[in-house]
């Protein structure tokens, strides 16, 4: 199985500032990582697909990037409806497996 | 609209069974891989299964393995969690998903299973 390791646990930040999340996988995923932002009591929301790519409808100040074992989720300038918290997940392998989250909070 | 609706959740006791439906509308259901992903209180996101376009293929998380069936119905756009022998460590909120990319790029709203006597 391949373990995703989130960090930060928790992110303070302010609103305007640039945020920087990390996901580190065990093992290879390749280019097959996401990125969901989930807020409370809502379903999560798919930010990033194939590690790099916005999905539908996503601002442009959210970004990925990475390869392999090594994955970065951005945030450029942060609105205030970006506190929430962020999972990564990869499809390379069975069984799918999620990150233990990054909680974004207001400093 | 497109839309994923999830029902069927409820309290039910240890050993016990439950099944689960999600509701497709909005897409061509039968195009897509479909999955189950659930979210115990307080907790992060589980993968629980996945289910190809004509059914023929599944994956189970090793947790739910012999114990939960995922199926769908093409013709009703339905997708379907039977989940037996049923414990506490499956209290959760469950989700169903349409795959995107290998993400999952559709949610529905959830449907909360509670396992307790």
């Known amino acids: 199985e391949i373990v995703l390791t989130q960090s930060p646990a928790t992110l303070s930040l302010s609103p305007g500032e640039r945020a920087t999340l990390s996901c580190r996988a065990s093992?290879?995923?390749?280019?097959?990582l996401a990125w969901y932002q989930q807020k409370p009591g809502q379903a999560p929301r798919l930010l990033i697909y194939?590690?790099?790519n916005r999905a539908t409808g996503i601002p442009a100040r959210f970004s990925g990037s990475g390869s392999g074992t090594d994955f970065t989720l951005s945030i450029s300038s942060l609105e205030p409806e970006d506190f929430a918290v962020y999972y990564c997940?990869?499809?390379?392998?069975?069984?799918?497996?999620f990150g233990q989250g990054t909680r974004l909070e207001i400093k | 609209e497109v839309q994923l609706v999830e029902s069927g959740g409820g309290l039910v006791q240890p050993g016990g069974s439950l099944r689960l439906s999600c509701a497709a509308s909005?897409?061509?259901?039968?195009?897509?891989?479909m999955a189950w992903v659930r979210q115990a209180p307080g907790k992060g996101l589980e993968w629980v299964a996945d289910?190809?376009?004509?059914?023929?293929?599944?994956k189970y998380v090793d947790s739910v393995k012999g114990r939960f069936t995922i199926s769908r119905d093409n013709a009703e756009d339905s997708l379907f969690l039977q989940m037996n022998s049923l414990g506490a460590e499956d209290t959760a909120v469950y989700y169903c998903?349409?795959?995107?990319?290998?993400?999952?790029?559709?949610w529905g709203q959830g449907t909360m299973v509670t396992v307790s006597s």
């Open positions: 289910i190809n376009q004509d059914g023929s293929d599944k």
């Open positions: 194939g590690a790099s």
């Open positions: 997940q990869q499809r390379n392998n069975w069984p799918i497996t």
């Open positions: 909005g897409f061509t259901f039968s195009n897509d891989w």
């Open positions: 093992q290879s995923v390749s280019s097959y």
């Open positions: 998903a349409r795959e995107f990319f290998r993400g999952w790029g559709m």
